[in-house]
């Protein structure tokens, strides 16, 4: 079993950041995925990055490539999303999820362990 817990959510104005984090617990992780996914008032959940937890590879959806950036801290068995030049569309409730699944991973169906989610607002 795996544990995740999302912080680090709340209310930006557009052009601004946040750092979403992804605190994991109960397994080992060094054969994990891990990824973000939101979900939008009325729409359905979508892919927004995922990482290997063993060698870093990254994993981005077109819509926030070159914006966000996912990382982990071993050490702290931590995810984080970086996110930059917010817009008003990126406005969700933001997901941790895990897998030891090593394919499809902008697949949510892919991922075994969800967080709570944490809501992240961006006014125009």
């Known amino acids: 079993q795996v544990q995740l817990d999302e912080s680090g959510g709340g209310l930006v104005q557009a052009g601004n950041s946040l750092r979403l984090s992804c605190a994991a617990s109960?397994?080992?992780?060094?054969?994990?995925?891990m990824g973000w996914f939101r979900q939008a008032p009325g729409k359905e959940r979508e892919f927004v990055a995922a990482?290997?937890?063993?060698?870093?590879?990254?994993y981005y959806s077109d819509s926030v490539k070159g914006r966000f950036t996912i990382s982990r801290d071993n050490a702290k068995n931590t995810m984080y999303l970086q996110m930059n030049s917010l817009k008003p569309e990126d406005t969700a409730v933001y997901y941790c999820?895990?897998?030891?699944?090593?394919?499809?991973?902008?697949?949510?169906?892919?991922?075994?362990?969800w967080g709570q989610g944490t809501q992240v607002t961006v006014s125009s």
């Open positions: 999820a895990a897998t030891v699944r090593g394919f499809l991973v902008r697949l949510q169906h892919t991922y075994d362990y």
């Open positions: 109960g397994r080992t992780f060094s054969s994990l995925i």
């Open positions: 990482i290997n937890w063993s060698n870093g590879n990254t």
